[in-house]
């Protein structure tokens, strides 16, 4: 079996273990009575966004998910809507991780956060797990797994399960476009034209929107938990902290927006979520390709979309660069996002003018 492994916490962000420890015994059944000797806790070092740690107790492991220490956008580590979705997909999306336990307290640990079940299997990222190898037909399979996995979660009918609550998909776009918009003005640290022009050309040339589906909007190699026997089958889904209602075709942009091919610059391949670019593997327009054959949706207006998309992963560089810069995170990983912000800015305006990337 391959899966993320774990490390020290991080400086500066542990957790009160004994408030921890408080919680466990209060509020999960199985560690009734348990104390901070009881708790041991580490931390998985993957991921940019809200931080994630394994906890142990009594021979028990639970995956526990709060914001990262210094956040100030809020609806960017929304942990109740994780939750909220969690929750309610539960009872018939089965690559749900079980949430154990929830608190909006942050008297408790600081911030909002939640307890959820380890789920246990592959997870891929720029660099392989040990013992994993890829051949290109392998590469392709996994490929296409990924965007089919994406059509499955998108055939769910959010009407028939009650779901139509948990997002506001009405005006969707012209919000994402508005709000990513302004969290960049909020986070600039640095001169990049190309930012405030593709966010100009985006509020101009909104799209009408198909009808809403469940949005995960990160759909990509390092949240998907695969089966260790059978890679291209997927058995998890992580990361749901931007889980919405809304135009499926967002969701489809930023899965393609993470797909670094061979021909991408260097730097954006250094930001490559996964083996996406190895031998054999599917390009953006054959994924496009194969969502549009698996769901029948008109994807003949991809350029915004794509562009979009990239434009928001420029964004989060930028959050993140920007909590760096401030001195909120010593987490020397985000000291080179701002070039990423420069190329990913780039790539958007190509998209824009010509289509490039599709």
Same mark, same amino acid.
């Not at 708790?39 to 709060?66: C, D, I, K, M, W």
């Not at 560089?317 to 780039?346: H, N, P």
């Given at each position: 079996?391959?899966?993320?492994?774990?490390?020290?916490?991080?400086?500066?962000?542990?957790?009160? $273990?004994?408030?921890?420890?408080?919680?466990?015994?209060?509020?999960?059944?199985?560690?009734?009575?348990?104390?901070?000797?009881?708790?041991? $806790?580490?931390? +998985?070092?993957?991921?940019?966004?809200?931080?994630?740690?394994?906890?142990?107790?009594?021979?028990?492991?639970?995956?526990?998910?709060?914001?990262?220490?210094?956040?100030?956008?809020?609806?960017?580590?929304?942990?109740?809507?994780?939750?909220?979705?969690?929750?309610?997909?539960?009872?018939?999306?089965?690559?749900?991780?079980?949430?154990?336990?929830?608190?909006?307290?942050?008297?408790?640990?600081?911030?909002?956060?939640?307890?959820?079940?380890?789920?246990?299997?592959?997870?891929?990222?720029?660099?392989?797990?040990?013992?994993?190898?890829?051949?290109?037909?392998?590469?392709?399979?996994?490929?296409?797994? $990924?965007?089919?996995?994406?059509?499955?979660?998108?055939?769910?009918?959010?009407?028939?399960?009650?779901?139509?609550?948990?997002?506001?998909?009405?005006?969707?776009?012209?919000?994402?476009?508005?709000?990513?918009?302004?969290?960049?003005?909020?986070?600039?640290?640095?001169?990049?034209?190309?930012?405030?022009?593709?966010?100009?050309?985006?509020?101009?040339?909104?799209?009408?929107?198909?009808?809403?589906?469940?949005?995960?909007?990160?759909?990509?190699?390092?949240?998907?938990?695969?089966?260790?026997?059978?890679?291209?089958?997927?058995?998890?889904?992580?990361? @749901?902290?931007?889980?919405?209602?809304?135009?499926?075709?967002?969701?489809?942009?930023?899965?393609?927006?993470? @797909?670094?091919?061979?021909?991408?610059?260097?730097?954006?391949?250094?930001?490559? +979520?996964?083996?996406?670019?190895?031998?054999?593997?599917?390009?953006?327009?054959?994924?496009?390709?194969?969502?549009?054959?698996?769901?029948?949706?008109?994807?003949?207006?991809?350029?915004?979309?794509?562009? +979009?998309?990239?434009?928001?992963?420029?964004?989060?560089?930028?959050?993140?660069?920007?909590?760096?810069?401030?001195?909120?995170?010593?987490?020397?990983?985000?000291?080179? +996002?701002?070039?990423?912000?420069?190329?990913?800015?780039?790539?958007?305006?190509?998209?824009?003018?010509?289509?490039?990337?599709?």
């Amino acid at each position: 079996m391959t899966e993320d492994a774990t490390r020290p916490v991080r400086k500066g962000e542990e957790l009160d $273990v004994a408030a921890l420890a408080r919680f466990l015994s209060e509020h999960v059944a199985e560690l009734e009575g348990v104390g901070p000797s009881d708790v041991e $806790v580490e931390q +998985f070092p993957g991921g940019h966004s809200n931080l994630t740690y394994l906890v142990r107790a009594r021979g028990h492991e639970y995956v526990l998910r709060r914001p990262p220490f210094g956040n100030t956008v809020k609806t960017a580590h929304d942990m109740g809507r994780e939750v909220r979705m969690l929750t309610r997909l539960a009872p018939f999306y089965a690559k749900t991780p079980r949430v154990v336990a929830s608190s909006d307290d942050p008297a408790v640990l600081g911030a909002p956060f939640y307890l959820m079940q380890r789920l246990r299997g592959t997870i891929l990222r720029r660099a392989l797990p040990a013992g994993v190898e890829l051949g290109p037909d392998l590469t392709r399979a996994l490929g296409l797994a $990924v965007v089919d996995g994406l059509a499955e979660l998108h055939a769910i009918d959010v009407a028939a399960h009650g779901l139509l609550d948990l997002g506001k998909p009405d005006g969707y776009v012209e919000r994402q476009v508005r709000g990513w918009s302004e969290r960049y003005v909020g986070a600039q640290t640095d001169d990049i034209p190309d930012m405030p022009a593709a966010a100009e050309w985006f509020a101009k040339n909104i799209p009408s929107s198909p009808p809403p589906t469940v949005l995960h909007n990160d759909w990509k190699y390092d949240n998907l938990v695969l089966d260790p026997q059978d890679l291209t089958r997927i058995i998890g889904v992580l990361d @749901w902290e931007m889980s919405t209602l809304g135009d499926p075709l967002t969701d489809l942009a930023t899965t393609l927006a993470y @797909w670094i091919e061979p021909g991408d610059d260097d730097v954006l391949k250094a930001f490559a +979520f996964g083996p996406t670019y190895l031998p054999g593997s599917p390009t953006r327009r054959e994924l496009l390709a194969r969502y549009a054959e698996r769901t029948g949706r008109d994807v003949s207006n991809m350029k915004f979309y794509y562009a +979009f998309a990239l434009f928001k992963n420029a964004v989060v560089a930028q959050q993140i660069y920007a909590r760096y810069e401030k001195g909120l995170t010593k987490d020397e990983r985000f000291a080179v +996002f701002i070039e990423g912000v420069r190329m990913l800015g780039a790539q958007a305006r190509r998209a824009i003018e010509s289509g490039a990337g599709l």
